[in-house]
């Protein structure tokens, strides 16, 4: 089997898992949408103030429902055996590894920004800053998979992983945090959010090329 | 012929026998060294150094702050180093030793942070400030506490810590990054902060007390390293005849009637 045949096998198979448990795959959304209601509840429903915070308030909303589904992102394959087949034979099982990452950011991620619109309304985002914050998701998103799957893999075979998962994740995306909500926020007060958006790109870049090394370094002492 | 003694020598210390004797002489040095260091540099400090001029006795807590500041720093590149050699050579005293550095570290960043904010309060008018070093600081104490959890959180502490290995390598690329993404960050929303004196434009007369209580950390880190390390290593292998042998001494001791 070529590595693309491969590649589009394990990402059907991915995919068709997500859709057949929607309800728990859209968790993460719904989630985010939790937040979004609680804020105004929780700070009062002055547009203003609103206004000023809603761009922060969506990244933490982000980051906080992307550490939600985290701990499924190897578990099941572990406990089925199949996370040992990414590794048998010349394999190097970064192909895999990249594909469970785009599967997962597919299902978790972009929902989020697609969505992403709608719940700044809700925040009163102002209108000028809507496209920033999408951009700076769709840039931002494949970050947080790509530094959260490394967490998860470092958790693997941890006893409950969930409270270290968010310890692990938060230090690493301060940078990310910085970006991205400096972006939108210089997109609500009229400036050019573009120094931001590329930064928030590098950032995105590096984990691209560096968190599967990762990954795959504690995946594969997990397993041994 | 140095060179091939000083390397068998390093390769011998892998060995946690060898390791343990050599933790056992050295440490105790290392530790006198430290509270030589320290209570002289302390002395400086307190007696010496003149007050700052426009801060008076309050800047004295710079000799506690600095240090420690730079050996959290330190500890978590000398971490760094001692994790890549346990996960590509899989030396087991490397590993032990970088666990063992995770919570110094942590206990140096923490002094750092403590003092910061005790000297604060009557110099900024607030315990505490959203500074970039404050913040970056506050970063590092929670990636060492993520290491030290992560470590914890295994059952078999040789996989424990060969995957904390692997965050302490992801935090090294990652604490630069941090650092001046938080510098940038505080620079946009609050234009200058208030600036902690730059070293250079310190008085000549204070720089000896800072001299020494900085060499005290130094020893400081070495002498709890060792001795964390050692005594990881004991417990762990506890079962062991080495150990056995290793703590005769001290267990004959006991035995004997008081």
């Known amino acids: 089997m070529s590595g693309w045949t491969e590649a589009r096998a394990l990402l059907a198979r991915d995919l068709q898992l997500a859709f057949r448990r929607l309800g728990q795959t859209l968790l993460p959304l719904f989630f985010l949408f939790a937040v979004v209601v609680l804020i105004p509840l929780g700070v009062g429903p002055g547009p203003d103030l609103l ?3 809603s761009g922060g308030m969506l990244w933490v909303a982000a980051l ?10 190897f578990r099941p394959d572990l406990d089925d055996g199949s996370l040992e087949q990414w590794f048998v034979g010349r394999r190097e099982g970064y192909l895999a590894v990249y594909v469970r990452l785009l599967a997962y950011w597919l299902v978790t991620g972009l929902p989020i920004v697609l969505f992403s619109p709608l719940a700044a309304m809700m925040l009163n985002l102002p209108t000028q800053a809507l496209g920033t914050l999408v951009l700076s998701l769709l840039i ?8 959260g799957g490394l967490a998860a893999a470092l958790t693997l075979t941890t006893r409950g992983a969930g409270a270290l998962l968010a310890i692990l994740v938060f230090p690493l995306v301060v940078p990310l945090m910085i970006f991205a909500a400096g972006a939108v926020g210089l997109a609500a007060d009229g400036f050019s959010p573009a120094a931001h958006l590329g930064l928030l790109a590098a950032f995105t870049i590096l984990c691209l090329t560096l968190a599967p090394i990762g990954i795959r370094a504690a995946l594969k002492t997990n397993l041994e | 012929m140095i060179w091939s003694t000083l390397k068998l020598w390093f390769h011998k210390l892998g060995s946690p026998p ?18 030589a260091c320290t209570l002289y540099g302390v002395y400086l400090a307190l007696y010496v150094a003149p007050p700052d001029y426009q801060q008076s006795d309050s800047a004295r807590i710079l000799y506690i702050h600095v240090p420690a500041a730079w050996q959290a720093m330190l500890a978590y590149v000398i971490m760094a180093v ?8 899989r030396i087991r005293t490397a590993e032990i030793m970088a666990m063992a550095a995770a919570p110094i570290g942590a206990a140096l960043t923490l002094i750092c942070l403590v003092t910061g904010s005790l000297w604060g309060k009557p110099m900024w008018g607030t315990w505490w400030e959203w500074d970039a070093r404050l913040t970056s600081m506050l970063v590092l ?4 506490v993520g290491i030290m959890a992560l470590y914890a959180a295994y059952d078999d502490p040789r996989k424990g810590a060969r995957v904390a290995s692997v965050l302490v390598i992801a935090g090294l690329v990652n604490l630069p990054i ?9 620079t946009l929303h609050q234009g200058q902060t208030i600036r902690i004196f730059g070293e250079s434009k310190m008085d000549p007369s204070m720089i000896p007390p800072l001299i020494w209580t900085t060499l005290g950390t130094k020893f400081l880190f070495g002498a709890a390293l060792l001795d964390r390390a050692r005594n990881l290593l004991l417990a762990q292998d506890q079962h062991k005849a080495w150990v056995r042998r290793e703590l005769a001494p001290a267990l004959d001791d006991r035995k004997q009637p008081a």
């Open chain 2, 141 to 144: 104490l929670f990636i060492y």
């Open chain 1, 51 to 53: 206004a000023r915070l």
């Open chain 1, 140 to 147: 931002g998103t494949p970050a947080l998979t790509l530094v």
């Open chain 2, 82 to 89: 001692l994790a890549a050699i346990a996960l590509i050579w």
């Open chain 2, 18 to 35: 060898i390791f343990s004797v050599f933790a056992r002489r050295v440490a105790p040095w290392l530790w006198a060294a430290f509270f």
């Open chain 2, 178 to 186: 941090i650092h001046f993404s938080v510098e940038w960050w505080t």
């Open chain 1, 64 to 73: 906080l429902a992307s550490l939600l589904a985290l701990e499924h992102l």
